[in-house]
Nanobody, 115 residues
Framework: QVQLVESGGGLVQAGGSLTLSCAAS????????MGWYRQAPGKQREFVAK???????YYVDSVKGRFTINGDNAKKAMSLQMDSLKPEDTAVYYC?????????WGQGTQVTVSS
């Protein structure tokens, strides 16, 4: 079994920064892609950022220029540096890793941005 554990969430004022981390443990697998999603209260879970095996990152338009995703396939770990945070970034953030045969999710970490 694979477990993804996120850390780094918390409360921050608008304009501040947070770094989320995610690490996988358990059964051995090779990630082919790693990403972050978020779910705000009353809304569906949405894509935030992803990095594939080529190292090319992808971002939702609303976070481009503010968030940076980094991943280490060998260590099965990744991070999301979030700068210039806005109240609309408030959500539970989930990390996600894809193997060739399965998708794994973390339990989520709360990010709250106060105005």
């Amino acid at each position: 079994q694979v477990q993804l554990v996120e850390s780094g969430g918390g409360l921050v004022q608008a304009g501040g920064s947070l770094t989320l981390s995610c690490a996988a443990s358990g059964r051995t697998f090779t990630p082919v892609a790693m990403g972050w999603y978020r779910q705000a209260p009353g809304k569906q879970r949405e894509f935030v950022a992803k990095i594939g095996s080529t190292g090319m990152p992808y971002y939702v338009d609303s976070v481009k220029g503010r968030f940076t995703i980094n991943g280490d396939n060998a260590k099965k770990a990744m991070s999301l540096q979030m700068d210039s945070l806005k109240p609309e970034d408030t959500a539970v953030y989930y990390c996600n890793m894809d193997s060739p045969t399965a998708t794994f999710w973390g339990q989520g970490t709360q990010v709250t941005v106060s105005s």
